[in-house]
């Protein structure tokens, strides 16, 4: 991967943190503007622009002719800063440096809105979590032109590798967590549940914190050492204000963690690499690090009133779009479950016929360009080239996204096709629509729309179930 990274300040702390952290190969280009260096931006065809004003340098330039290049761009916030020349008055007065900051950091959210090459980093929200002190040193500004400490230019390079990778598809998707000690105080099954404190420090702040995941899309779940019905019963505590049915997989018992863990993956059709654990227990997370090295387990704080600040500051959930699918995530897989429990009474035949599956075919255009990208960043057991696109890419392509429903409910876009010419380019679909025949419906229609379909297979790491679609449905193939 390359990065051309453009600034109006000096670079070198920044340089060598994002080759680190990103493995990239990182140009520079320091003190100058991407359309002041075309010629020599498309010799070096990066596969993203990173382009960092900084607030010191206050040039406020206009990003959007940036955009109509054709490349994907990284675009820091402004850092909120005071001159002090006008007290409180900034905040009202257009003039003042402080509302400039905002006025342009405005502006870019409206840019990053309507264009899908842009993607932004909150490099404002990095200093207001360490701190300016820690963050800018005006003697390294005044001598060098540095606008960021190592520090701070640590934790931008860090925020730019936690976006490069949503990008292509690593995001965490299911938040799993521990219940004696985290969401309450205390240890049911000695207490019982009227014995737990659940307005103990700082958990009524983790359990709003959960509940905000859950409202974005991201999935709950429990891994505790309990028994079920002792687990389930602290629940019927009003003041808890959460049920077991606020988690999608809820694994109480007294195995080893990493073991539930695996077990929630399977069952929420992700990778074990898409949890993040939480436990206020040093020997559960050093268990599930070493066992299970992929997942990401947060060294929490000794103090629970200091959790949620530091679980916001670890970004563990940066994606690269926020859908419609993604909020209506936890309801698809509550359907699922009844899909499951349907199809353990009748043969899997009769189980297909039993579901009057309705497939929707919708073109690629600007409604679904966001949904299909995602698609295929996130699908890897059925992706039959291996491809990622971003919205970007997607622009003018020939294409379908597919929206399935059946008796119990919506699943949402499930699959999302791209082609050249009759020759099937990218193919996705979602983990939770295999194993019902979507396959066959696909290509059903895509053969109505190109006679002369065509395709081939590339295997990856994970892609190995759709070795034989081609072969078993009779699509041509190298």
């Known amino acids: ?63 959007a002719p940036l955009l109509a290049l054709p490349f994907r761009f990284i675009v820091p916030n ?48 990095v200093q207001a979590r360490l701190g300016r002190e820690k963050t800018f040193d005006p003697r390294l500004w005044e001598v060098a032109a540095l606008a960021l400490t190592p520090e701070g230019a640590e934790a931008f390079a860090a925020r ?22 985290t969401l309450w105080d205390g240890i049911v099954s000695e207490v019982g549940p009227e014995g737990i404190a659940p307005e103990g420090p700082g958990r009524r702040a983790y359990r709003d914190w959960l509940r905000a995941l859950a409202a974005r899309g991201v999935l709950l779940a429990v891994a505790s050492h309990n028994d ?11 003041d808890l204000e959460m049920t077991p049915d606020d988690f999608l997989a809820f694994e109480a018992d007294w195995g080893p963690k990493p073991d539930m863990l695996r077990r929630i993956a399977a069952r929420l059709h ?27 387990v947060p060294e929490m704080p000794e103090d629970p009133a200091r959790w949620v600040e530091f679980l916001a500051g670890q970004n563990l959930f940066e994606a690269a779009q926020l859908t419609a699918d993604d909020r209506l995530r936890a309801q698809s897989l509550r359907d699922e479950a009844a899909r499951a429990e349907a199809a353990a009474t009748l043969s899997p035949e009769a189980y297909l016929a039993s579901l009057n599956q309705e497939l929707t075919a919708e073109p690629l255009g600007p409604g679904n360009l966001a949904r299909a990208a ?56 979602s983990c939770r629509a295999l194993n019902r025949g979507v396959e066959k419906l696909i290509l059903d229609h895509l053969r109505t729309q190109c006679p002369t379909l065509h395709g081939d297979y590339v295997p990856s790491d994970r892609n190995g179930r759709c070795a034989t679609i081609y072969k078993d449905y009779g699509v041509p193939t190298p």
């Open 1 to 63: 991967m390359k990065i051309a990274l453009f600034a109006d300040s000096a670079t070198p702390f920044v340089e060598r943190a994002l080759a680190r952290l990103t493995g990239a190969e990182v140009k520079a280009w320091p003190f100058t503007w991407p359309l002041a260096a075309q010629e020599e931006l498309r010799a070096y065809q990066p596969d993203w622009v990173l382009v960092w004003a900084c607030a010191e340098a206050a040039q406020f330039p206009d990003v």
């Open 78 to 125: 402004l850092v909120t800063r005071d001159d002090g020349t006008m007290g409180s008055l900034a905040l009202s007065e257009p003039s003042s440096l402080r509302a400039r900051i905002l006025a342009w950091n405005a502006r870019l959210m409206e840019l990053a809105q309507t264009h899908a090459n842009l993607s932004l980093v909150d490099l404002d929200g």
């Open 160 to 181: 730019v590798a936690d976006v490069l990778r949503a990008a292509a598809g690593h995001v965490r998707k299911v938040l799993v967590t521990d219940l004696d000690g």
């Open 228 to 238: 079920q019905d002792v687990a389930r019963a602290a629940f019927n505590r009003p």
């Open 270 to 296: 992700v990778g074990t690499d898409a949890l993040v654990f939480v436990d206020d227990r040093p020997e559960q997370r050093a268990q599930v690090r070493e066992a299970l090295p992929e997942v990401a």
């Open 374 to 429: 995602q698609l295929t960043q996130r699908c890897n057991q059925f992706n039959m080239r291996g491809t990622r696109h971003t919205e970007a890419d997607l622009m003018g392509r020939r294409g379908w996204v597919y929206r399935l429903r059946d008796r119990f409910g919506d699943l949402g876009a499930i699959s999302a096709v791209v082609l050249e010419g009759d020759f099937i380019e990218t193919w996705v679909i």
